[in-house]
């Protein structure tokens, strides 16, 4: 079988920067994304597309492909009292907040001055070459509900709210 939309397929893998810091590492195969679905980077999902369990390959990803160009344009301060006064405000802190046009936004605290904070908006991987080393462990049908669902569902029962 191999790899094609409406397939789960699961994946060794190694990411790695372009200076070869791992960023992330999944090697006991239980990763799994659904084909076709966009639950995986453009980049890396093209790459797989037609591959076989057991296949093993190296891909590196442009930003375009993977999380985006950082867009400096993101990177905003707000006032210190915007934020919740009970917690201390930390650089690498995350918050989900609200872009002006409604999206559900995820953004880190990048500097904390007196009054002031700093958060970039940008996804923590934008601007980063993606440096894939994956091995294909297993690739399968979808459940009718996953494919409802656009995601995989794991041996156990699975609900939503
Ligand atoms: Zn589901």
């Known amino acids: 079988m191999q790899i094609a939309n409406n397939r789960v397929v699961s994946i060794a893998y190694t990411l790695k ?3 070869d810091n791992i960023i992330d590492q999944s090697d006991d195969g239980s990763f799994c994304y659904l084909h076709g679905a966009s639950n995986i980077i453009p980049g ?3 790459a797989l597309a037609g591959k076989a369990a057991g296949d093993e390959l190296s891909v590196s990803i442009p930003p ?3 999380y985006g160009e950082r867009d ?3 990177i905003q ?3 210190r009292e915007m934020f919740p006064a009970e917690h201390d405000i930390e650089p690498g802190m995350q918050f989900h907040t609200q872009s002006p046009d409604g999206q559900m936004l995820v953004v880190t605290v990048a500097k904390v001055e007196d009054d002031l904070v700093t958060v970039d908006g940008n996804h923590p991987l ?3 070459q993606l440096n894939f080393d994956v ?3 297993d690739i399968r049908e979808a459940t009718a ?3 409802e669902h656009g995601h995989v569902h794991g041996p156990h029962e699975h609900h939503h709210d």
Do not use: F, Y
């Open 17 to 19: 920067d372009n200076d």
């Open 44 to 46: 890396l999902e093209d």
């Open 72 to 74: 400096t344009g993101r």
């Open 77 to 79: 301060s707000v006032p």
């Open 145 to 147: 509900e996953e494919l």
């Open 64 to 66: 375009e492909q993977g």
């Open 135 to 137: 091995k294909i462990m």
């Open 126 to 128: 934008a601007g980063v």
